[in-house]
């Protein structure tokens, strides 16, 4: 019986430490589940940002993954009825846009960003769809009739 607890005495300063790489493993998954719910690695309370200027608004993800397809939602004001939104080249270098809707009346490239012409904007929301390509920190600049914003975003594995 002295023998035992020798043994478990001999045994008890490995399980403490042991204890505690359970805690703090439970503790850094919990953080990682937390991060995730609130949309630190797709959609959620971190992620969905808006932004608002002149009668615009951008809605758009902060965080993204690599080809898991995403949108940038944009609200023209109802006063024009014609838009005009810019992408600069870099982030397009980086995030492939698969549709917008509604369909362009024309895109042309001018200093360095590619412009979206629109003759007719139903219900002032024009959505763009992309699909990223490239992991890392990327700054979207974007303009909405001569409006100028710019973000950051980043694209997870």
Wanted: net charge positive; charged share 20%; aromatic share 14%.
């Amino acid at each position: 019986m002295e023998r035992d607890i020798r043994a478990a005495e001999k045994y008890y300063a490995f399980q403490k430490r042991e204890w505690r790489a359970f805690r703090l493993f439970w503790v850094l998954m919990g953080l990682v589940v937390t991060a995730a719910a609130l949309g630190l690695f797709g959609s959620g309370l971190l992620s969905d940002k808006t932004y608002t200027a002149n009668g615009s608004r951008i809605d758009y993800n902060r965080f993204m993954r690599v080809a898991k397809n995403t949108e940038i939602l944009i609200h023209v004001n109802q006063a024009s009825r014609n838009a005009s939104v810019s992408i600069n080249n870099d982030y397009l270098r980086k995030v492939r846009i698969e549709q917008v809707v509604p369909e362009p009346t024309s895109v042309v490239i001018k200093d360095n960003k590619l412009v979206y012409t629109f003759s007719s904007v139903q219900n002032g929301f024009i959505t763009f769809y992309l699909s990223p390509q490239k992991m890392g920190a990327h700054q979207l600049q974007i303009s909405v009739n001569g409006t100028q914003a710019s973000f950051d975003q980043y694209i997870y594995f």
